[in-house]
């Protein structure tokens, strides 16, 4: 069983369309991440939440908007995508401050 | 606010060589320190990890050691082999929700 699973695995798309990523975990963890990849392997956080509520919010274009529907849950929605929100993104989940649990990434393409 | 600043890659090794990738860190009180490693196309897993001062976390031959006197996590493996290649990431926790991660390191192992 995926203790953190992210939908779609891979996301090819035009400039100006609106997409979603679902992130699920099934680990009971209380904090949940979304986390941004570039080409370089630079890892950069985007947004945590902690029991549904927004702990973290980053220097994000407001075009990026997560929504967390219950614990399990963490949902990213990306309107009028650009070239430069190509990356991989990658949800997590961690419980109060032990180890982040991954899921296997979201390769965006917006062409 | 906390930091992680870890070595510059990328790292190039010949098979068995010794290996050291170097992270320091910032952080108010004394936080929980993890190494990520990251392989080809896979998300992030946790290698090892160190809640508190003189912890030790080891796995897989790769070692770091959490020394309250120093903001010191480096990590270390005896002798590398070709299937160690990927990224590494160094990491501090401190409250839910609120991660640190190092830029990442990348190692080639060559046979």
């Known amino acids: 069983d995926t203790a953190v699973s992210q939908t779609p695995k891979y996301l090819v798309t035009q400039m100006g369309n609106d997409k979603s990523i679902k992130c699920e975990q099934n680990?009971?963890?209380?904090?949940m991440y979304w986390y941004k990849q570039d080409s370089k392997k630079f890892l950069k956080i985007m947004f945590s939440?902690?029991?549904?509520?927004?702990?973290i919010n980053e220097t994000v274009p407001n075009r990026f908007s997560p929504k967390s529907p219950d614990k399990a849950h963490l949902n990213l929605h990306i309107n009028s995508l650009e070239l430069g929100d190509s990356a991989v993104y990658f949800c997590?989940?961690?419980?109060?401050?032990?180890?982040?649990?991954f899921g296997q990434g979201t390769r965006l393409t917006v062409v | 606010g906390n930091s992680v600043t870890q070595m510059e890659g990328p790292v190039t090794l010949s098979e068995e060589a010794f290996l050291t990738i170097n992270c320091t860190y910032t952080?108010?009180?004394?936080?929980?320190l993890f190494w990520y490693v990251q392989y080809p196309g896979e998300g992030l897993q946790l290698l090892l990890k160190?809640?508190?001062?003189?912890d030790k976390g080891s796995n897989k031959g790769f070692e770091a050691t959490y020394r309250k006197e120093t903001t010191f996590f480096h990590l270390e493996k005896g002798s590398v082999q070709v299937s160690d290649s990927a990224v590494y990431f160094c990491?501090?926790?401190?409250?839910?929700?609120?991660?640190?991660f190092g830029d990442g390191t990348t190692l080639t192992v060559k046979p």
């Open positions: 997590a989940s961690s419980q109060g401050v032990l180890e982040a649990f």
């Open positions: 680990l009971g963890h209380d904090t």
């Open positions: 939440y902690n029991n549904k509520e927004l702990i």
């Open positions: 952080a108010t009180g004394y936080p929980s």
């Open positions: 160190a809640t508190k001062a003189d």
């Open positions: 990491a501090l926790n401190t409250n839910a929700g609120k991660s640190t």
